[in-house]
Structure formats: structure tokens, C-alpha cells
């Protein structure tokens, strides 16, 4: 296991929950089985990321795309977002947790809407930790959705065109109330982002690996961590404006030391309130 710095932890990780299917069937077991042991994964790094003092958590837990898969497995799925939502509940309010939902909420059922909503109000003001649950989620859509609520106030004149930029645009998506991801991490053997967190990951440090994610424990999420901490990084236009451009980070730079294991330039505000300041206290949760 590698060790991990307290003080260049990744700010904002997100996670690409992948290989419950496959981790079922290595072992002949249904689908289902894999999904309810990849729930208990959830349980072990949502607590590993609280003791570790990681601001917020994104689990990619079931994407827009997920609906196509057959009925018998989506219910599954289904029964067991609301198991966890209700095993969970006095965990998340005992220790500060702002549990959030990001993705097209309508479409989940009443009896998981039923124990998510109460749980997103009651633990609205919690500070310790958020944790978001991408739900019926996906990055395209996210983005097309910003971009038509943004052009239906150009088309009624309360916008003016010529306003709308990156920093606009960002402010109308939901997945970055929580600030932009600094690492995504996806299980499963996969390397690709399959339609998450895409605007906000540009400038992510992406780790993949094998593991299956029920099988995904505190020392893979440790070593994953420890990576991130040892990577140089550079955050795109911003940076380099700064004269922290690209080069100067692979050939180290005056400033490369504060920019390593993810410090992005002491005193500069994190891009999650340069965002919120483009649309007053909207949160998109």
C-alpha cells in the first residue's frame, strides 16, 4: 500500500463503480449478485474517503444508458439504491454528510425518490463530506440541458448571447456544485470516461484499474491516491495564463512545486465558487 499525503489529497474524487456484472459471473452467481456486493463497496470508500478528509465523493452509481439494461436487473438495482439510501441514512447525518443527486431524477421510482429526497433535505447543511450519486446520469445530456436552458433565455431576452462562455456554462451544471473532479477513478479494466463527469474532467487526473469494483478496497483507493499526489499538475488555460503552462510543469518551472500532487496555485480560489459566482446560490441538486 502506498502512503498517502493528508495535505495533497485530491479535493473532489470521482468514481466509475464498474465490474459488478463480471464479478458476478466469474463466480456463477446472477448480475444482481455482483451489484449487491458492489454496494458494500460503496459503503467501505464512502468511509475511507470521510477518514481521509476528502470534500466530496462522485459515484457514478447508474447512468442514463443504465435504463436500457434488462427490467429484472434495473429493479435490482433499483431496490438496492433505496436499501442503501435507507441503511445509510443515520451514517450520512451522524457524521456531516450532504448527501446529492445529480442526473435526471425524475425518471427513478416513487420508492426510491421516497427515501432519496427527505434524505438530500435532512442532510442539506452537513460540511463534513459531500457525497453525489450520479442517478439516471449522463454528461452529454447534462450539457445539452445547460445549453437549451441557456438558449431559451437568449431566444426571451434575458441573456445576452455574447455572455455565454465556459464559465456560464459550467455554472448551469449540476455535477459541478461539487467543485470539478481532480481524480476519477474507474474499476473494472475499462479506460474510458463512458459519458461521466465530462465537461468537469477536463483537467482531471484519471487512474484505472483492473479491479473489479466489489473487490475494490481502502488500499487500491489508497495507492490510486498516492499517484495523484506524486503527478505534476497543469490546469489547462488558467495555469498557464499564470505562466504554469504545460511545458513549464513537465520541465518543473519556478512554480511546479505548488502545483505538484494537485496543489492548483495557493490562493487562487478552487473553480467550484468562480462558478457559483456566475449564478448566485444555484446548486443544481
Not at 445549453?147 to 455565454?164: C, F, K, N, S, Y
Not at 495564463?241 to 492548483?264: I, K, M, V, Y
Given at each position: ?54 470534500e466530496a465523493l462522485t459515484l457514478y452509481a447508474f447512468s442514463e444508458q443504465n435504463w436500457a439494461r434488462p427490467r429484472n436487473e434495473v429493479d435490482a438495482l433499483m431496490g438496492l439504491l433505496r436499501e442503501f439510501l435507507m441503511s445509510e441514512r443515520c451514517e450520512i447525518l451522524e457524521n456531516d454528510i450532504r448527501l446529492v443527486a445529480i442526473g435526471d431524477i ?180
Amino acid at each position: 500500500m502506498n502512503l498517502v499525503e493528508a495535505r495533497n489529497l485530491p479535493r473532489h474524487v470521482g468514481i466509475i463503480m464498474d465490474g459488478n456484472g463480471r464479478w458476478a459471473e466469474l463466480r456463477g452467481e446472477p448480475r444482481e449478485a455482483g451489484h449487491k456486493a458492489g454496494s458494500a463497496a460503496v459503503r467501505r470508500i464512502v468511509r475511507v474517503c470521510r477518514r481521509l478528509g476528502v470534500e466530496a465523493l462522485t459515484l457514478y452509481a447508474f447512468s442514463e444508458q443504465n435504463w436500457a439494461r434488462p427490467r429484472n436487473e434495473v429493479d435490482a438495482l433499483m431496490g438496492l439504491l433505496r436499501e442503501f439510501l435507507m441503511s445509510e441514512r443515520c451514517e450520512i447525518l451522524e457524521n456531516d454528510i450532504r448527501l446529492v443527486a445529480i442526473g435526471d431524477i425524475s425518471r427513478l421510482p416513487e420508492p426510491v425518490r421516497d427515501v432519496l429526497d427527505p434524505l438530500r433535505k435532512a442532510s442539506a447543511t452537513n460540511r463534513q463530506m459531500t457525497l453525489a450519486l450520479a442517478l439516471s446520469y449522463g454528461a452529454r445530456e447534462e450539457i445539452a440541458a445547460a445549453a437549451r436552458e441557456l438558449a431559451m433565455e437568449a431566444v426571451a431576452g434575458r441573456l445576452d448571447p455574447e455572455a455565454i462562455d465556459g464559465a456560464l456554462l459550467a455554472a448551469r451544471l449540476p455535477s459541478l456544485s461539487v467543485g470539478e473532479p481532480d481524480l476519477i477513478i474507474r474499476t473494472g479494466g475499462e479506460q474510458r470516461l463512458s459519458n461521466f463527469l465530462l465537461y468537469g474532467a477536463a483537467y482531471a487526473e484519471l487512474s484505472f484499474t483492473e479491479r473489479l469494483w466489489p473487490d475494490f478496497t481502502e488500499d487500491d483507493l489508497f495507492d490510486a491516491i498516492a499517484a495523484y499526489q506524486q503527478r505534476v499538475r497543469a490546469a489547462g488555460p488558467a495555469d498557464e495564463a499564470e505562466g504554469g503552462g504545460a511545458d513549464e510543469a513537465e520541465g518543473g518551472g519556478a512554480d511546479a512545486p505548488a502545483r505538484a500532487s494537485g496543489a492548483l496555485g495557493a490562493g487562487r480560489p478552487w473553480r467550484a465558487r468562480e462558478v457559483a459566482s456566475h449564478n448566485g446560490s444555484r446548486t443544481g441538486v
